[in-house]
Protein backbone atom coordinates (compact mmCIF):
# COMPACT_ATOMS: atom_id res chain seq x y z
CA UNK A 1 0.00 0.00 0.00
CA UNK A 2 1.36 3.73 -0.79
CA UNK A 3 -0.17 6.91 -0.22
CA UNK A 4 0.89 10.41 -1.97
CA UNK A 5 0.66 13.76 -0.12
CA UNK A 6 1.87 17.02 -1.62
CA UNK A 7 3.73 19.93 0.26
CA UNK A 8 4.92 23.72 0.15
CA UNK A 9 8.25 23.42 0.99
CA UNK A 10 10.20 26.63 0.00
CA UNK A 11 10.84 30.29 1.78
CA UNK A 12 10.19 31.64 -1.33
CA UNK A 13 6.31 33.51 -2.34
CA UNK A 14 5.89 31.30 -4.91
CA UNK A 15 7.78 27.44 -5.84
CA UNK A 16 7.30 24.29 -6.99
CA UNK A 17 5.20 21.63 -4.51
CA UNK A 18 6.97 18.89 -3.35
CA UNK A 19 5.22 15.53 -3.61
CA UNK A 20 5.85 13.05 -0.71
CA UNK A 21 5.73 9.38 -1.72
CA UNK A 22 5.09 6.69 1.17
CA UNK A 23 5.28 3.07 1.17
CA UNK A 24 5.78 -0.06 2.96
CA UNK A 25 8.67 -2.23 1.90
CA UNK A 26 7.93 -5.77 3.40
CA UNK A 27 11.74 -7.10 1.93
CA UNK A 28 13.28 -5.31 4.26
CA UNK A 29 12.20 -5.67 8.36
CA UNK A 30 13.09 -2.80 10.57
CA UNK A 31 12.44 -1.72 14.26
CA UNK A 32 9.95 0.81 15.38
CA UNK A 33 9.68 2.79 19.02
CA UNK A 34 6.57 2.11 21.15
CA UNK A 35 4.93 5.13 22.14
CA UNK A 36 4.23 3.71 25.59
CA UNK A 37 6.89 1.93 26.96
CA UNK A 38 9.65 3.75 24.90
CA UNK A 39 10.96 0.48 23.66
CA UNK A 40 12.05 -0.59 20.11
CA UNK A 41 9.59 -3.36 18.64
CA UNK A 42 10.53 -5.36 15.31
CA UNK A 43 8.05 -5.00 12.33
CA UNK A 44 8.25 -7.12 9.10
CA UNK A 45 8.76 -3.79 6.79
CA UNK A 46 10.76 -0.63 6.40
CA UNK A 47 8.53 2.54 5.89
CA UNK A 48 9.68 4.29 2.95
CA UNK A 49 9.33 8.05 2.30
CA UNK A 50 10.31 9.64 -1.41
CA UNK A 51 10.35 13.40 -2.25
CA UNK A 52 10.37 15.15 -5.56
CA UNK A 53 9.34 18.52 -6.55
CA UNK A 54 6.57 18.96 -9.53
CA UNK A 55 5.79 21.08 -11.85
CA UNK A 56 3.26 22.25 -10.40
CA UNK A 57 3.51 26.17 -8.81
CA UNK A 58 1.52 27.83 -6.41
CA UNK A 59 1.94 30.75 -4.27
CA UNK A 60 2.65 30.46 -0.42
CA UNK A 61 0.25 32.46 0.60
CA UNK A 62 -2.55 31.03 -1.81
CA UNK A 63 -1.59 27.18 -0.28
CA UNK A 64 -1.25 28.10 3.21
CA UNK A 65 -4.53 30.34 3.01
CA UNK A 66 -6.30 27.58 1.20
CA UNK A 67 -7.08 24.22 3.04
CA UNK A 68 -4.23 22.42 2.01
CA UNK A 69 -4.27 18.99 -0.34
CA UNK A 70 -2.54 16.77 2.54
CA UNK A 71 -3.39 13.56 4.11
CA UNK A 72 -7.32 14.69 4.06
CA UNK A 73 -7.03 13.69 -0.06
CA UNK A 74 -9.25 15.85 -2.60
CA UNK A 75 -9.63 19.21 -1.09
CA UNK A 76 -13.00 21.42 -1.84
CA UNK A 77 -11.72 24.62 -1.25
CA UNK A 78 -8.59 24.08 -3.93
CA UNK A 79 -9.04 25.84 -7.12
CA UNK A 80 -10.77 22.75 -9.49
CA UNK A 81 -7.61 22.81 -12.06
CA UNK A 82 -5.45 22.46 -9.22
CA UNK A 83 -6.85 19.77 -7.63
CA UNK A 84 -7.35 17.77 -10.75
CA UNK A 85 -3.46 18.04 -11.82
CA UNK A 86 -2.75 16.85 -8.65
CA UNK A 87 -5.08 13.99 -8.62
CA UNK A 88 -4.19 12.70 -12.27
CA UNK A 89 -0.55 12.70 -10.56
CA UNK A 90 -1.56 10.75 -7.62
CA UNK A 91 -2.89 8.10 -9.72
CA UNK A 92 -0.24 7.85 -12.20
CA UNK A 93 2.25 7.11 -9.51
CA UNK A 94 0.16 4.79 -7.23
CA UNK A 95 -1.35 2.85 -10.65
CA UNK A 96 2.74 2.44 -12.01
CA UNK A 97 3.48 1.17 -8.03
CA UNK A 98 1.06 -1.02 -8.28
CA UNK A 99 2.71 -2.49 -11.52
CA UNK A 100 6.55 -2.52 -10.40
CA UNK A 101 6.93 -3.20 -7.07
CA UNK A 102 7.46 -6.99 -7.63
CA UNK A 103 9.55 -6.14 -10.42
CA UNK A 104 11.96 -3.04 -9.85
CA UNK A 105 13.33 -1.05 -6.39
CA UNK A 106 11.00 1.74 -5.82
CA UNK A 107 13.56 4.82 -4.85
CA UNK A 108 14.09 8.23 -6.03
CA UNK A 109 15.12 7.32 -9.07
CA UNK A 110 11.58 5.56 -9.88
CA UNK A 111 9.93 8.12 -8.48
CA UNK A 112 11.96 10.92 -10.33
CA UNK A 113 11.13 8.86 -13.59
CA UNK A 114 7.61 8.49 -12.72
CA UNK A 115 6.95 11.86 -12.89
CA UNK A 116 9.07 12.48 -16.06
CA UNK A 117 7.17 9.74 -17.81
CA UNK A 118 3.73 11.88 -16.46
CA UNK A 119 4.50 14.84 -17.75
CA UNK A 120 6.30 13.30 -21.25
CA UNK A 121 4.14 10.08 -21.97
CA UNK A 122 4.83 8.31 -25.36
CA UNK A 123 2.64 8.65 -27.55
CA UNK A 124 0.50 5.83 -27.68
CA UNK A 125 -0.44 4.17 -31.28
CA UNK A 126 -3.61 3.95 -32.64
CA UNK A 127 -3.56 0.22 -33.27
CA UNK A 128 -2.82 -0.21 -29.60
CA UNK A 129 -5.98 -0.55 -28.99
CA UNK A 130 -6.79 -3.92 -30.91
CA UNK A 131 -5.74 -7.25 -29.85
CA UNK A 132 -3.72 -7.77 -33.20
CA UNK A 133 -1.35 -4.89 -32.39
CA UNK A 134 -0.24 -6.65 -29.19
CA UNK A 135 0.24 -10.23 -30.36
CA UNK A 136 2.41 -9.04 -33.38
CA UNK A 137 4.33 -7.10 -30.55
CA UNK A 138 4.96 -9.79 -28.62
CA UNK A 139 6.26 -12.20 -31.54
CA UNK A 140 8.08 -9.28 -33.15
CA UNK A 141 9.35 -8.99 -29.75
CA UNK A 142 9.83 -12.25 -28.35
CA UNK A 143 13.70 -11.95 -27.89
CA UNK A 144 13.32 -9.10 -25.58
CA UNK A 145 10.19 -9.96 -23.43
CA UNK A 146 10.64 -11.03 -19.83
CA UNK A 147 9.14 -15.09 -18.85
CA UNK A 148 7.52 -15.59 -15.79
CA UNK A 149 11.02 -17.64 -15.00
CA UNK A 150 12.90 -13.98 -14.61
CA UNK A 151 14.92 -15.06 -18.02
CA UNK A 152 14.56 -13.32 -21.40
CA UNK A 153 13.36 -14.41 -24.45
CA UNK A 154 9.98 -16.74 -25.52
CA UNK A 155 10.57 -20.56 -26.43
CA UNK A 156 9.91 -21.65 -29.80
CA UNK A 157 7.19 -23.56 -28.33
CA UNK A 158 5.78 -19.86 -26.58
CA UNK A 159 6.12 -18.25 -30.16
CA UNK A 160 4.16 -20.53 -32.22
CA UNK A 161 1.28 -20.60 -28.76
CA UNK A 162 0.78 -16.77 -30.06
CA UNK A 163 0.86 -17.42 -33.52
CA UNK A 164 -1.69 -20.42 -33.17
CA UNK A 165 -4.20 -18.03 -30.87
CA UNK A 166 -4.04 -15.29 -33.72
CA UNK A 167 -5.26 -17.96 -36.04
CA UNK A 168 -8.03 -18.83 -33.78
CA UNK A 169 -9.33 -16.22 -33.22
CA UNK A 170 -9.45 -15.60 -37.31
CA UNK A 171 -11.69 -18.37 -36.78
CA UNK A 172 -14.05 -16.93 -34.06
CA UNK A 173 -14.38 -13.30 -35.43
CA UNK A 174 -12.91 -10.50 -37.44
CA UNK A 175 -9.00 -10.62 -35.62
CA UNK A 176 -8.20 -7.03 -37.24
CA UNK A 177 -11.33 -4.95 -35.67
CA UNK A 178 -11.44 -7.12 -32.08
CA UNK A 179 -10.94 -4.11 -29.43
CA UNK A 180 -8.59 -5.17 -26.24
CA UNK A 181 -11.31 -3.44 -23.93
CA UNK A 182 -14.24 -5.34 -25.20
CA UNK A 183 -12.64 -9.07 -24.39
CA UNK A 184 -14.36 -9.35 -20.87
CA UNK A 185 -15.39 -12.04 -18.35
CA UNK A 186 -18.31 -13.10 -20.70
CA UNK A 187 -16.44 -12.54 -24.07
CA UNK A 188 -14.23 -15.08 -22.32
CA UNK A 189 -16.58 -17.90 -20.68
CA UNK A 190 -18.38 -17.36 -24.83
CA UNK A 191 -14.76 -17.84 -26.29
CA UNK A 192 -14.32 -21.07 -24.15
CA UNK A 193 -17.40 -22.60 -25.04
CA UNK A 194 -16.87 -21.87 -28.65
CA UNK A 195 -12.91 -23.93 -28.06
CA UNK A 196 -14.51 -26.92 -26.81
CA UNK A 197 -17.90 -27.23 -28.77
CA UNK A 198 -16.99 -25.60 -31.98
CA UNK A 199 -13.38 -26.24 -32.42
CA UNK A 200 -13.45 -29.98 -30.55
CA UNK A 201 -10.55 -28.90 -28.26
CA UNK A 202 -10.14 -30.63 -25.09
CA UNK A 203 -11.15 -28.52 -21.38
CA UNK A 204 -7.53 -28.52 -21.03
CA UNK A 205 -6.27 -27.05 -24.38
CA UNK A 206 -8.93 -25.01 -24.49
CA UNK A 207 -7.61 -23.74 -20.92
CA UNK A 208 -4.56 -23.35 -22.45
CA UNK A 209 -5.41 -20.74 -25.16
CA UNK A 210 -7.32 -18.57 -22.64
CA UNK A 211 -4.08 -18.29 -20.94
CA UNK A 212 -2.23 -17.35 -23.64
CA UNK A 213 -5.23 -14.80 -24.39
CA UNK A 214 -4.98 -13.70 -21.07
CA UNK A 215 -1.12 -13.03 -20.66
CA UNK A 216 -1.80 -10.83 -23.94
CA UNK A 217 -4.12 -8.38 -22.47
CA UNK A 218 -2.08 -8.16 -19.10
CA UNK A 219 0.56 -7.28 -21.54
CA UNK A 220 -1.64 -4.75 -23.32
CA UNK A 221 -3.20 -3.32 -19.92
CA UNK A 222 0.17 -1.63 -19.32
CA UNK A 223 -0.73 1.06 -21.98
CA UNK A 224 -4.62 0.72 -22.70
CA UNK A 225 -7.68 0.23 -21.21
CA UNK A 226 -9.01 -3.11 -20.74
CA UNK A 227 -12.15 -4.70 -19.43
CA UNK A 228 -12.54 -3.96 -15.59
CA UNK A 229 -13.86 -7.72 -14.82
CA UNK A 230 -11.32 -10.15 -15.88
CA UNK A 231 -10.49 -10.54 -12.09
CA UNK A 232 -13.44 -12.20 -11.75
CA UNK A 233 -12.72 -14.85 -14.65
CA UNK A 234 -12.47 -18.18 -13.17
CA UNK A 235 -11.17 -21.34 -16.06
CA UNK A 236 -9.69 -23.88 -14.23
CA UNK A 237 -7.93 -27.40 -16.06
CA UNK A 238 -9.64 -30.42 -14.60
CA UNK A 239 -8.10 -34.11 -14.34
CA UNK A 240 -8.50 -36.02 -17.68
CA UNK A 241 -6.82 -39.23 -16.69
CA UNK A 242 -7.87 -42.00 -18.66
CA UNK A 243 -7.90 -45.31 -16.64
CA UNK A 244 -7.94 -47.03 -19.95
CA UNK A 245 -4.50 -45.24 -21.40
CA UNK A 246 -1.23 -46.34 -19.54
CA UNK A 247 2.00 -44.34 -20.12
CA UNK A 248 3.77 -45.66 -22.99
CA UNK A 249 7.04 -46.51 -22.64
CA UNK A 250 9.68 -49.14 -23.58
CA UNK A 251 10.10 -52.89 -21.78
CA UNK A 252 13.42 -54.17 -21.05
CA UNK A 253 12.32 -56.66 -23.82
CA UNK A 254 11.65 -53.60 -26.30
CA UNK A 255 14.79 -51.81 -25.70
CA UNK A 256 16.86 -55.43 -26.13
CA UNK A 257 14.66 -55.69 -29.88
CA UNK A 258 16.15 -52.46 -30.58
CA UNK A 259 20.00 -52.89 -29.61
CA UNK A 260 20.14 -56.55 -31.05
CA UNK A 261 18.66 -55.19 -34.28
CA UNK A 262 20.83 -54.80 -37.47
CA UNK A 263 19.88 -51.49 -38.60
CA UNK A 264 21.50 -50.80 -42.05
CA UNK A 265 20.49 -47.37 -43.04
CA UNK A 266 22.96 -44.84 -41.09
CA UNK A 267 19.93 -42.65 -40.05
CA UNK A 268 18.87 -45.68 -38.38
CA UNK A 269 21.77 -46.58 -36.68
CA UNK A 270 22.54 -42.88 -35.56
CA UNK A 271 18.18 -42.82 -34.64
CA UNK A 272 19.08 -45.60 -32.34
CA UNK A 273 21.93 -43.94 -30.48
CA UNK A 274 19.57 -41.29 -30.10
CA UNK A 275 17.24 -43.58 -28.54
CA UNK A 276 19.20 -45.35 -26.40
CA UNK A 277 20.74 -41.96 -24.43
CA UNK A 278 16.84 -40.78 -23.97
CA UNK A 279 16.09 -44.09 -22.45
CA UNK A 280 19.18 -44.17 -20.12
CA UNK A 281 19.43 -40.28 -19.49
CA UNK A 282 15.58 -39.27 -19.07
CA UNK A 283 16.01 -36.12 -20.42
CA UNK A 284 13.65 -33.84 -22.99
CA UNK A 285 13.65 -33.99 -26.31
CA UNK A 286 15.55 -30.66 -26.48
CA UNK A 287 17.68 -31.17 -23.93
CA UNK A 288 18.87 -34.36 -25.19
CA UNK A 289 19.62 -33.13 -28.52
CA UNK A 290 21.26 -29.54 -27.15
CA UNK A 291 22.93 -31.62 -24.03
CA UNK A 292 24.41 -34.64 -25.08
CA UNK A 293 27.69 -33.19 -26.49
CA UNK A 294 31.83 -34.20 -25.41
CA UNK A 295 32.03 -31.00 -23.63
CA UNK A 296 28.97 -32.10 -21.33
CA UNK A 297 30.60 -35.16 -20.31
CA UNK A 298 33.03 -34.87 -17.58
CA UNK A 299 35.06 -37.35 -15.87
CA UNK A 300 33.67 -38.67 -12.22
CA UNK A 301 36.16 -41.16 -10.65
CA UNK A 302 36.44 -44.08 -13.05
CA UNK A 303 33.38 -43.45 -14.57
CA UNK A 304 31.64 -39.91 -16.41
CA UNK A 305 28.72 -37.77 -15.43
CA UNK A 306 26.65 -34.97 -17.47
CA UNK A 307 25.89 -31.87 -16.23
CA UNK A 308 23.24 -29.45 -18.49
CA UNK A 309 20.99 -26.96 -17.58
CA UNK A 310 17.45 -28.18 -19.17
CA UNK A 311 15.87 -25.65 -21.43
CA UNK A 312 12.32 -25.78 -20.06
CA UNK A 313 12.75 -25.33 -16.35
CA UNK A 314 16.44 -23.56 -16.40
CA UNK A 315 17.40 -25.97 -13.95
CA UNK A 316 20.95 -27.42 -13.66
CA UNK A 317 20.95 -31.64 -13.55
CA UNK A 318 24.03 -34.14 -13.33
CA UNK A 319 23.18 -37.18 -14.90
CA UNK A 320 24.84 -40.27 -14.05
CA UNK A 321 26.40 -42.22 -17.04
CA UNK A 322 24.71 -45.64 -16.90
CA UNK A 323 26.66 -48.16 -18.74
CA UNK A 324 25.03 -48.16 -22.28
CA UNK A 325 25.45 -44.08 -22.26
CA UNK A 326 28.78 -44.91 -21.54
CA UNK A 327 29.65 -47.63 -24.44
CA UNK A 328 27.84 -44.63 -26.67
CA UNK A 329 30.31 -42.08 -25.85
CA UNK A 330 33.32 -44.43 -26.16
CA UNK A 331 32.29 -44.92 -29.81
CA UNK A 332 31.24 -42.28 -30.39
CA UNK A 333 28.32 -39.45 -29.83
CA UNK A 334 25.20 -39.67 -32.53
CA UNK A 335 25.04 -36.90 -35.13
CA UNK A 336 22.55 -33.94 -34.35
CA UNK A 337 19.03 -34.36 -36.50
CA UNK A 338 15.84 -31.99 -36.21
CA UNK A 339 13.59 -33.57 -33.27
CA UNK A 340 10.82 -33.58 -35.54
CA UNK A 341 12.96 -36.11 -38.18
CA UNK A 342 14.01 -38.11 -35.27
CA UNK A 343 10.86 -39.03 -33.87
CA UNK A 344 10.11 -40.12 -36.89
CA UNK A 345 12.95 -42.28 -37.18
CA UNK A 346 12.11 -43.40 -34.03
CA UNK A 347 9.00 -45.02 -35.30
CA UNK A 348 10.50 -46.66 -38.39
CA UNK A 349 13.59 -48.11 -36.08
CA UNK A 350 10.64 -49.61 -33.64
CA UNK A 351 8.65 -50.95 -36.46
CA UNK A 352 11.36 -52.57 -38.34
CA UNK A 353 12.45 -54.48 -34.49
CA UNK A 354 8.65 -55.25 -34.15
CA UNK A 355 7.61 -53.12 -31.32
CA UNK A 356 3.97 -53.31 -32.95
CA UNK A 357 2.06 -54.42 -30.01
CA UNK A 358 -1.35 -52.85 -29.61
CA UNK A 359 -1.85 -50.23 -27.51
CA UNK A 360 -4.71 -47.82 -26.35
CA UNK A 361 -3.51 -44.19 -26.74
CA UNK A 362 -4.11 -40.59 -27.98
CA UNK A 363 -2.67 -39.31 -31.35
CA UNK A 364 -2.91 -36.01 -33.08
CA UNK A 365 -5.60 -36.47 -36.24
CA UNK A 366 -3.25 -34.20 -39.42
CA UNK A 367 -6.39 -33.43 -40.66
CA UNK A 368 -8.72 -32.27 -38.10
CA UNK A 369 -5.41 -31.42 -35.47
CA UNK A 370 -7.05 -33.40 -32.96
CA UNK A 371 -5.90 -36.10 -30.35
CA UNK A 372 -7.89 -39.35 -31.15
CA UNK A 373 -7.54 -42.25 -28.91
CA UNK A 374 -7.96 -45.56 -30.53
CA UNK A 375 -5.76 -48.60 -30.63
CA UNK A 376 -2.72 -48.59 -32.69
CA UNK A 377 0.98 -50.61 -32.67
CA UNK A 378 3.10 -49.39 -30.07
CA UNK A 379 5.73 -47.64 -32.25
CA UNK A 380 3.37 -45.31 -33.73
CA UNK A 381 3.56 -43.37 -30.16
CA UNK A 382 7.20 -43.53 -29.79
CA UNK A 383 9.23 -40.37 -29.37
CA UNK A 384 12.16 -38.56 -27.57
CA UNK A 385 9.08 -38.40 -24.68
CA UNK A 386 9.09 -42.06 -24.82
CA UNK A 387 12.46 -42.31 -23.60
CA UNK A 388 12.24 -39.82 -20.88
CA UNK A 389 8.84 -42.01 -19.61
CA UNK A 390 10.90 -44.82 -20.00
CA UNK A 391 13.53 -43.67 -17.12
CA UNK A 392 11.47 -42.71 -15.01
CA UNK A 393 9.18 -45.94 -15.45
CA UNK A 394 12.26 -48.31 -15.12
CA UNK A 395 13.82 -47.81 -12.17
CA UNK A 396 10.79 -46.58 -10.05
CA UNK A 397 10.44 -48.74 -6.87
CA UNK A 398 13.75 -49.77 -7.43
CA UNK A 399 15.81 -46.64 -6.53
CA UNK A 400 14.84 -43.81 -4.72
CA UNK A 401 12.39 -41.70 -6.38
CA UNK A 402 14.67 -38.16 -4.94
CA UNK A 403 17.45 -39.78 -7.31
CA UNK A 404 15.39 -40.31 -9.98
CA UNK A 405 14.08 -36.76 -9.81
CA UNK A 406 17.04 -35.38 -9.54
CA UNK A 407 18.29 -36.60 -12.88
CA UNK A 408 14.67 -36.32 -14.68
CA UNK A 409 14.72 -32.20 -12.93
CA UNK A 410 11.18 -32.91 -11.38
CA UNK A 411 10.57 -30.91 -8.68
CA UNK A 412 7.47 -32.40 -6.62
CA UNK A 413 7.16 -36.41 -5.98
CA UNK A 414 3.10 -35.51 -6.26
CA UNK A 415 4.06 -34.21 -10.45
CA UNK A 416 6.57 -37.12 -10.82
CA UNK A 417 4.03 -39.71 -9.61
CA UNK A 418 1.65 -38.32 -12.38
CA UNK A 419 4.53 -38.09 -14.79
CA UNK A 420 4.90 -42.14 -14.37
CA UNK A 421 1.36 -42.79 -14.04
CA UNK A 422 1.69 -44.08 -10.53
CA UNK A 423 0.19 -43.57 -7.11
CA UNK A 424 1.90 -43.02 -4.19
CA UNK A 425 1.69 -46.80 -1.99
CA UNK A 426 3.92 -45.03 1.50
CA UNK A 427 0.51 -45.55 3.41
CA UNK A 428 0.27 -49.08 3.15
CA UNK A 429 3.78 -49.28 5.15
CA UNK A 430 2.20 -46.86 7.46
CA UNK A 431 -0.98 -49.26 8.30
CA UNK A 432 0.62 -52.25 8.21
CA UNK A 433 3.46 -51.09 10.97
CA UNK A 434 1.18 -50.34 12.73
CA UNK A 435 -1.26 -53.46 12.70
CA UNK A 436 2.19 -55.58 13.12
CA UNK A 437 3.04 -53.68 16.27
CA UNK A 438 -0.68 -54.31 17.77
CA UNK A 439 0.00 -57.91 16.79
CA UNK A 440 3.35 -57.61 18.97
CA UNK A 441 1.34 -56.20 21.76
CA UNK A 442 -1.07 -58.39 22.14
CA UNK A 443 1.64 -61.18 21.88
CA UNK A 444 3.08 -59.87 24.72
CA UNK A 445 0.67 -59.30 26.94
CA UNK A 446 -0.48 -62.89 25.84
CA UNK A 447 3.15 -64.34 27.09
CA UNK A 448 2.72 -62.50 30.35
CA UNK A 449 -0.51 -63.74 31.21
CA UNK A 450 0.26 -67.10 30.43
CA UNK A 451 2.95 -67.40 32.48
CA UNK A 452 1.58 -65.38 35.42
CA UNK A 453 -1.36 -68.28 34.94
CA UNK A 454 1.02 -70.71 35.07
CA UNK A 455 2.81 -69.29 38.46
Known amino acids: ?191 FEWLKINEKYSHNTAVKKVSILKTVINKASKKVETANDLDKLEIKTVNTYDEDTDVITLTLEDIQKIQNYNFESKAFLNARKWLLLAIYTGQRGNDLLNGMIKENFKKDGDNYKIELKQIKTGKKVVIPVLPAVKEIYKNGLPYKVSQQKLNKHFKDICKLAEIDNLILGKLRNKKTNRLEKKLRPKYEYISTHTGRRTFATLHFNELPHQSIMKVTGHKKYATFLQYVQKESEEHLDTFNDYYKKLEDKKETQFTVIKNASNQ
Open 1 to 191: MATVNFYYRSTKKKAPLTIRFLYRDYSTPSTVKVRKSKESKEVPYTDVTLNAKIELEVTKEYWETQNKRGVSGTNKNLKPEIDKKLLSIENHLLESFKNDKEIISINSDWLNKELEKYYNPKKIDPKAKYLSYWIDYIIDNADNIETSKNTVGLSKNTIKGYNDIRNVIKRYQDFETTKIKSLNKDWFNDF
